[in-house]
Protein backbone atom coordinates (compact mmCIF):
# COMPACT_ATOMS: atom_id res chain seq x y z
CA UNK A 1 0.00 0.00 0.00
CA UNK A 2 1.20 3.37 -0.59
CA UNK A 3 0.94 6.47 1.44
CA UNK A 4 -2.24 7.82 0.13
CA UNK A 5 -3.58 4.63 0.18
CA UNK A 6 -2.59 4.81 4.16
CA UNK A 7 -3.93 7.90 4.66
CA UNK A 8 -7.59 7.59 2.96
CA UNK A 9 -7.66 3.78 4.89
CA UNK A 10 -6.89 6.12 8.52
CA UNK A 11 -9.20 8.89 7.69
CA UNK A 12 -12.18 6.13 6.83
CA UNK A 13 -11.83 4.22 9.60
CA UNK A 14 -11.55 7.46 11.91
CA UNK A 15 -15.01 9.09 10.54
CA UNK A 16 -16.56 5.14 11.23
CA UNK A 17 -15.47 6.10 14.85
CA UNK A 18 -17.01 9.71 14.60
CA UNK A 19 -20.23 7.84 12.88
CA UNK A 20 -20.23 6.29 15.87
CA UNK A 21 -20.21 9.21 18.00
CA UNK A 22 -22.63 11.27 15.56
CA UNK A 23 -24.99 8.07 15.93
CA UNK A 24 -25.09 7.63 19.58
CA UNK A 25 -25.75 11.82 20.31
CA UNK A 26 -28.45 11.76 17.92
CA UNK A 27 -30.41 8.59 19.39
CA UNK A 28 -29.91 10.22 22.89
CA UNK A 29 -31.55 13.65 20.90
CA UNK A 30 -34.43 11.54 19.45
CA UNK A 31 -35.49 10.12 22.69
CA UNK A 32 -35.23 13.42 24.43
CA UNK A 33 -37.01 14.88 21.26
CA UNK A 34 -39.93 12.33 21.23
CA UNK A 35 -39.98 12.79 25.18
CA UNK A 36 -40.84 16.33 25.05
CA UNK A 37 -43.02 16.10 22.22
CA UNK A 38 -45.14 13.61 24.65
CA UNK A 39 -45.07 15.97 27.73
CA UNK A 40 -46.06 19.00 25.69
CA UNK A 41 -49.05 16.49 24.05
CA UNK A 42 -50.45 16.26 28.16
CA UNK A 43 -50.15 20.64 28.06
CA UNK A 44 -46.92 20.73 29.92
CA UNK A 45 -45.18 23.69 30.87
CA UNK A 46 -42.57 23.80 28.41
CA UNK A 47 -39.66 24.94 30.36
CA UNK A 48 -40.86 22.65 32.94
CA UNK A 49 -40.80 19.71 30.95
CA UNK A 50 -37.02 20.56 29.05
CA UNK A 51 -36.06 21.04 33.24
CA UNK A 52 -37.34 17.79 33.61
CA UNK A 53 -35.93 15.78 30.42
CA UNK A 54 -33.65 12.76 31.77
CA UNK A 55 -30.65 12.22 29.27
CA UNK A 56 -31.38 15.50 27.77
CA UNK A 57 -29.12 16.27 25.22
CA UNK A 58 -27.88 19.53 24.53
CA UNK A 59 -27.69 21.32 21.38
CA UNK A 60 -24.08 22.02 21.79
CA UNK A 61 -23.65 18.29 21.93
CA UNK A 62 -25.37 17.50 18.85
CA UNK A 63 -23.12 20.65 16.85
CA UNK A 64 -20.22 19.67 17.71
CA UNK A 65 -20.60 15.93 16.81
CA UNK A 66 -21.94 16.80 13.29
CA UNK A 67 -19.39 19.50 13.07
CA UNK A 68 -16.65 16.93 14.18
CA UNK A 69 -18.34 14.48 11.53
CA UNK A 70 -17.66 17.18 8.54
CA UNK A 71 -14.80 17.90 9.64
CA UNK A 72 -13.08 14.57 9.20
CA UNK A 73 -15.93 13.64 5.95
CA UNK A 74 -13.50 16.71 4.60
CA UNK A 75 -10.82 15.13 5.14
CA UNK A 76 -11.65 11.73 3.80
CA UNK A 77 -12.61 13.71 0.35
CA UNK A 78 -9.49 15.51 -0.21
CA UNK A 79 -7.70 12.20 0.71
CA UNK A 80 -9.54 10.15 -1.83
CA UNK A 81 -8.57 12.94 -4.30
CA UNK A 82 -4.87 12.56 -2.89
CA UNK A 83 -5.17 8.70 -4.26
CA UNK A 84 -6.95 9.15 -7.14
CA UNK A 85 -4.48 11.72 -8.15
CA UNK A 86 -1.80 9.27 -7.29
CA UNK A 87 -3.25 6.56 -9.09
CA UNK A 88 -4.15 8.65 -12.30
CA UNK A 89 -7.61 9.25 -12.45
CA UNK A 90 -8.73 12.36 -13.59
CA UNK A 91 -11.42 14.71 -11.87
CA UNK A 92 -14.18 14.18 -13.84
CA UNK A 93 -13.73 10.78 -12.88
CA UNK A 94 -13.12 11.35 -9.47
CA UNK A 95 -16.45 14.04 -9.56
CA UNK A 96 -18.21 11.50 -10.85
CA UNK A 97 -17.61 8.77 -8.54
CA UNK A 98 -18.48 10.87 -5.58
CA UNK A 99 -21.62 12.28 -7.17
CA UNK A 100 -19.79 16.09 -6.96
CA UNK A 101 -19.65 18.24 -9.82
CA UNK A 102 -16.52 18.76 -11.59
CA UNK A 103 -15.92 22.38 -10.06
CA UNK A 104 -16.51 21.51 -6.49
CA UNK A 105 -14.03 18.94 -7.20
CA UNK A 106 -11.84 20.84 -8.73
CA UNK A 107 -11.88 23.28 -5.03
CA UNK A 108 -11.46 19.96 -3.49
CA UNK A 109 -8.63 18.94 -5.01
CA UNK A 110 -6.56 21.87 -4.81
CA UNK A 111 -7.46 21.80 -1.02
CA UNK A 112 -5.61 18.37 -1.32
CA UNK A 113 -2.55 19.76 -2.29
CA UNK A 114 -2.10 22.57 0.06
CA UNK A 115 -2.27 26.45 0.36
CA UNK A 116 -1.76 28.27 -2.35
CA UNK A 117 1.31 30.04 -2.33
CA UNK A 118 1.30 33.81 -1.77
Not at 22 to 33: G, K, N, Y
Not at 34 to 46: F, I, M, P, Q, T
Amino acid sequence: MSVKSDQLSHHLRELSGIVERLRAVLERFDTASVRLASKVDEGANLVTALDNLDGRVRRSEVTEAIEEFEAVRHQVRLAMFDLAKEQGSSLSDVARALGISRQLASRQAAQSEGPAPR
